[in-house]
């Protein structure tokens, strides 16, 4: 069955969404990305969406709902790499993801979530 | 019947009046029985909003429009079908989205149209933010009968 990879990179989770998700594979996502936080006891989950060139109602409720289900399980999230377009769109729809932490690139991402790489 | 229009005289008189091009390219209906017919739907309206050179933030608003309304005819119509017009006025060309369902209706369809106002578990915001997002909206109800709602976007 089609699934978003989630990698582990340390005390991190990154997922890099890839593909234009249909509601299913992005609910999958939010229960995988979950129990991952729990078996894998991460403190931070490092989200890259700047592949995805339209975020919808369902898919914008679903990345803040991970986020925060994430904080109720110990662990930040940061948003990355939105599309200017995307973002435009997101709130004029209504959805400003607030309490979602973003960044603009992963490497601020990752700064944001207290690893310096570089 | 309930019947609602952001822009009532313009948008109702265009059904009929504007020429659409010829040949079978420009329209065409696609079903919307299951999620992955959504995913069919944003990518064929990507297509249409890029063949007639859409900016990039109009495609992206048109095509979160789509998603929404599909996802409505999905999930509160039982679902239907999409018919995907591109249009001319004679000066501008634009994209008319038709979603039709035969479902239980919307009762209230002011109330349906309200940011926030859901029936399902969703945030509501789907059938307001298509309408926000398009430059033209109509959408016709009738309880036990069915739903539909047009939208169209303009190449500005």
Known sequence: MERIPI???????LVTIQVDMHDRLAMMLQDDLTARIVKE???????????????????????????AMARVLDASTVVVGMQPAVAITLVELGLALTGVKTALNVERGMALLGKNYL | MVNYSAESDTFASSIG??????????????????????????????????????????????????????????????????????????VRQGIR?????????????????????????????????????????EIMSKPGEGTTVSILKWKR
């Open chain 2, 97 to 137: 989205l038709t979603f039709v369902d035969k479902g239980p209706g919307i009762a209230n369809v002011e109330q349906a149209l309200s940011d926030g106002f859901t029936t399902g578990a969703g945030l509501g915001l789907g059938l307001g933010g298509a309408r926000r997002l398009a430059d033209e909206f």
């Open chain 2, 17 to 90: 009046k504007f020429d659409e091009f010829p040949g079978s390219d420009e329209r065409a209906s696609l079903p919307l029985r299951s999620d992955e017919h959504v995913v069919a739907l944003r990518k064929m309206v990507r297509e249409r909003a890029t063949a007639i050179d859409l900016s990039l933030v109009d495609q992206t608003k048109l095509v979160t429009a789509a998603s929404e309304l599909a996802r409505n005819t999905l999930k509160y119509g039982g679902g239907g079908e999409v018919l995907a017009v591109t249009l001319s006025d004679g």
């Open chain 1, 7 to 13: 990698l582990r990179m340390g005390d991190l989770l």
């Open chain 1, 41 to 67: 006891q991460a403190k931070g989950v490092l989200i890259d969406i700047s592949a995805l060139d339209v975020v919808d109602s369902f898919i914008g409720r679903m990345i803040s709902n991970t986020a």
